[in-house]
């Protein structure tokens, strides 16, 4: 079991916490814009009722994930 001072305990905490946070927003569920979004070429989703996409793009998603990963080994190395 890790041992810490709680001062370096509230501040991983509150970077755990806030992290999620971002994570969760970029990852937030929004009705589709058109039937065709997210599709390539021609195509398009024969029952868009029932797809959604996420509120952050790609890239705010991609930096969300890693963000939280790198929160995750820095609790992860606490010894």
């Known amino acids: 079991m890790p ?3 709680k001062n370096q305990h ?5 970077e755990l916490q806030c ?3 971002e ?3 970029a990852f937030e569920a929004r ?21 959604c996409a996420t509120a952050g793009d ?3 998603l991609r930096l969300a994930v890693d963000d939280f990963k790198t929160i995750l080994a820095e ?5």
């Open 3 to 5: 041992v810490l001072t």
């Open 10 to 14: 509230k501040k991983l905490r509150a």
């Open 31 to 51: 009705d589709l814009k058109s039937n065709r979004e997210g599709v390539k070429g021609r195509g398009h989703w024969v029952d868009p009722d029932i797809r």
């Open 23 to 25: 994570l969760m927003d």
């Open 75 to 79: 609790i992860k190395r606490l010894k």
């Open 19 to 21: 992290r999620i946070a």
């Open 58 to 60: 790609e890239l705010r």
